[in-house]
């Protein structure tokens, strides 16, 4: 990828595009390109989205990237635009596109962290999910609250998933992905409804360090659910960059 000329923390926005559709090409068989303006996550018939393509504004002329997505022929498929820029708001980002026909979804934060030591310990036990029997274990206790870990995970390096116990209870789980060199991202946290306020969360991300400290790693990365913020934001996560989404006038899903 080339970065973008104002943004300057681009390698957030690498690690982030690399590690998530390493996911998902890992678990759902989806693709990523690049096609000159824009980024391409295809995701094809996978259960990821409302969406089909998902395009990544990799230039900061909109014209530029709006005649890409036309060439790219989207055949009727649905599809949203990130667009990645340094301040929590650009006051004519949305007066820009809505030129083109795109209307605003929503902002958010790419959230970064530099690994000098672990911040903290691990207050549950936390351990590395490695097996067969020990994904059939988490998943049994997971699926109860629609959640999974893909067994395709288990297989590939890059990937790597840890599972919070609370008096030998399955409480909650970690996704790494170690795929961007010198930076780690955190794909999925979940602590089920019933360990919530017991640090489950905190002993999993100190796990995540741990691993990423092992393994010569002095970055992470990470886009945040409304309910985990205040957790990252504890451990020392900061704001690097931001996203806008931004989707078709009309449509909506």
């Given at each position: 990828?080339?970065?973008l000329p104002?943004l300057?923390?681009w390698?957030?926005?690498e690690a982030m595009i690399a590690?998530?559709n390493?996911v998902?090409?890992v678990?759902?068989n ?6 000159g ?7 094809g018939?996978a259960p ?19 005649e890409?997505?036309?060439?790219y ?12 820029h ?8 949305k007066a ?8 605003f ?8 962290y530099?690994i000098?030591m672990?911040v ?5 036990e ?9 994904l059939?274990?988490?998943n049994a ?9 893909h ?9 790597k998933?840890?599972a919070?116990?609370w008096?030998?209870h ?8 170690t795929v961007y060199p010198g930076?780690g991202y ?12 017991l640090?489950?969360?905190t002993?999993?991300?100190?796990r ?6 092992q393994?010569?790693?002095p970055?992470?990365?990470l886009?945040?659910s ?5 957790l990252?934001?504890r451990l ?8 806008t ?9």
């Open positions: 990828m080339s970065p104002k300057s923390h390698w957030s926005v590690s998530y390493h998902y090409k678990v759902y989806t693709q990523y390109y690049e096609m303006p824009i980024g391409v996550s295809d995701y018939t990821i989205a409302s969406f089909q393509l998902e395009f990544l504004a990799m230039d900061d002329d909109p014209h530029r990237v709006v890409a997505i036309r060439k022929g989207l055949n009727g498929r649905r599809h949203v635009l990130n667009v990645f340094d301040a929590p708001s650009v006051r004519d980002l820009k596109y809505a030129e083109y026909g795109y209307e979804v929503r902002t958010g934060p790419i959230l970064g530099d000098p672990p903290r310990g691990e207050t549950v936390v351990v590395k999910i490695e097996t067969q029997e020990q059939d274990e988490v206790v997971l699926y109860l609250e629609n959640e999974t870990i067994p395709e995970t288990l297989r590939n390096p890059y990937i998933n840890f919070a116990k008096k030998d399955i409480a909650g789980w970690v996704q790494l992905v930076a955190i794909h999925q946290l979940y602590t089920l409804t019933d360990y919530r306020n640090q489950v969360g002993s999993l991300m100190a995540a360090h741990v691993e990423c400290i393994n010569s790693i970055r992470m990365t886009v945040s409304d309910m985990a913020l205040g990252y934001r020392g996560y900061r704001p690097l960059t931001y996203f989404v931004l989707r078709p006038k009309g449509e909506s899903f």
